[in-house]
């Protein structure tokens, strides 16, 4: 009886042909139990997405976890000879927190792991399998690569310190240029030596004119090696018949990868499928002097694409979230002055979703609040939201203008006469519970929380806490309530946000609107 592949679903079918994809081109699976031992996860917790470990106490007494990474695993007890390559593919669950739900959640993975002996042509065979796995979802797919020697190497030559390095990276990361300048000013960078980080932003695009922008500023062997190994890489594919898009601004963890890292994404999906690359420190815990390079497929994010293949032909539209009331207002003229205005007045009619077929735009009108989140998950490509609801929700997107609109600005603010006390646990009232937290934690101050939702100066003015934060536009409602600003600690004001798997499928039209508004606002 011959298997019909099409009774199974679309995420058992797929992972069928990944086993024979890795099985066909050398790859051993590699199975493991659901705990390991805990001390594992302890001593190289700086390894993993996260610090927060599901564990237990086994019948003899051990502390054992579930497992919340594979690598980790893979790199400590896989078998190859000495002096060779071991060649690993998996396909397991691992059980880590989620920052949408605030649970842990079982993640399916599915990805290959080369370990020992790594040189360039195994480097090229890995990314290759990495294409060649998005490829099989059938889909339109954007892999690219990175490699941090050349980033890491950019901030030594520019002599950022070692401090202020993750706040540079984070906004590398999300392509915020207007807080990078502001970062690397506050961490002592000349202008130029700004000016190239945030040329990263660029350096994106077909491989060998990517490469040509970014040889002549390799300031130092570093870069220039980091360079030379893409090249070697892109050669070595494009020999095959594939291609790899690079995008230099690209970063992750610098104590976890090395060199090459790769991201994927798939058409319809809100967030990256694939994540993988170089990581070195890892594989010498275990075996010094070994390399290693690997990938995941997150399984589960495949699984939410639909059946139906997406239709052709459509114009390409732009989807925008626009906050309703006064600031969408403000947004909405900003956006209708460089062409992208519609026929008809949103604010005449009930209608949650308004177009401009013409300029290719589509507006959904939202909550102010839910902006970033409809932007994050994809329901959005891009969308206007102020910087105060943007940190607060902790939206993984891309921050790619600061308007200007709706300036004020976040504060700590108490009664005129406040004096404060570090010998006691500070009582802070505000709706911005997260934004407070991570102000007082960089400062290790203790505090208590009071979240409210309205009416936030009153808190004080009753005992209810000794201090708020909260936006201050003016001042006038603390001064006829007695209260001063004590602090100014983030300048708050509308951001433009893009989705990050959008913004590799619509990067045209995403990037033709911001030239647009950043010409208009000056920004």
């Known amino acids: 009886m011959e298997l019909d592949l099409n009774m199974l679903r679309p995420q058992e079918r797929l992972s069928l042909r990944l086993r024979l994809l890795y099985e066909e ?38 502390l054992l976890a579930l497992k919340p990474d594979v690598t980790l695993s893979i790199a400590k007890n896989a078998q190859f000879e000495e002096g060779g390559c071991g060649r690993f593919y998996y396909s397991e669950n691992v059980y880590r927190p989620s920052q949408e739900s605030h649970t842990f959640q079982e993640i399916s993975q599915m990805g290959l792991e080369c370990i020992g002996a790594v040189d360039d042509g195994i480097t090229a065979q890995a990314v290759s399998l990495a294409g060649k796995s998005l490829a099989l979802t059938g889909r339109d797919f954007v892999l690219e690569a990175s490699h941090m020697g050349f980033v890491a190497g950019l901030l030594d030559a520019v002599g950022a310190p070692e401090a202020a390095r993750p706040r540079l990276l984070s906004c590398i990361r999300d392509r915020n240029l207007h807080e990078l300048r502001s970062a690397a000013e506050e961490a002592g960078l000349s202008r130029q030596g700004t000016d190239a980080l945030c040329r990263l932003d660029a350096l994106a695009g077909d491989w060998e004119a990517v490469l040509a922008q970014a040889e002549p500023i390799a300031l130092n062997a570093g870069m220039g090696a980091a360079l030379a190994e893409l090249r070697t890489l892109c050669a070595a594919l494009e020999a095959q018949g594939q291609s790899l898009r690079l995008d230099l601004s690209l970063v992750n963890d610098m104590e976890y990868y090395n060199g090459l890292v790769l991201q994927g994404y798939v058409a319809g999906l809100p967030r990256a499928v694939l994540k993988g690359g170089r990581y070195d420190p890892l594989a010498e815990q275990f075996r010094p002097g070994a390399k290693a390079v690997g990938f995941a497929l997150y399984l589960d994010e495949l699984e939410r694409l639909s059946e139906a293949a997406p239709p052709e032909g459509e114009k390409t539209m732009l989807n925008i979230a626009l906050p309703k009331g006064r600031l969408g207002d403000k947004v909405y003229n900003l956006l209708a002055g460089v062409g992208c205005g519609c026929p008809e007045d949103y604010n005449e009619s009930r209608k949650l979703v308004v177009e401009n077929r013409e300029a290719g735009i589509r507006y959904f009108l939202v909550k102010p609040s839910d902006v970033a989140i409809y932007v994050e998950h994809g329901a959005a490509d891009a969308g206007i939201v102020g910087k105060d609801i943007l940190a607060e929700s902790g939206a993984d997107v891309y921050e790619l203008l600061d308007t200007g609109l709706g300036k004020c600005r976040m504060c700590v603010a108490g009664p005129e006469d406040f004096t404060d006390d570090p010998g006691r646990t500070l009582r802070v009232a505000t709706k911005f519970v997260n934004i407070a937290k991570a102000y007082y934690a960089a400062q290790g101050r203790d505090i208590d929380i009071i979240k409210l939702n309205g009416s936030i100066e009153l808190a004080p003015l009753l005992g209810l806490s000794d201090v708020i934060v909260d936006i201050v536009e003016t001042g006038t409602t603390l001064r006829e309530n007695h209260l001063k600003v004590l602090t100014e600690f983030m300048p708050i004001s509308a951001r433009f946000v893009a989705n990050r798997a959008g913004f590799q499928f619509k990067r045209r039209e995403i990037e033709t609107l911001l030239a647009k508004l950043t010409e208009v606002t000056g920004a």
Do not use: C
């Open 25 to 62: 081109a050398g790859f051993r699976q590699y199975r493991m139990g659901r705990f390991e031992e805990y001390g594992l996860y302890q001593q190289n917790r700086r390894f993993l997405a996260s610090d927060q470990v599901i564990t237990f106490t086994d019948l003899d007494g051990r």
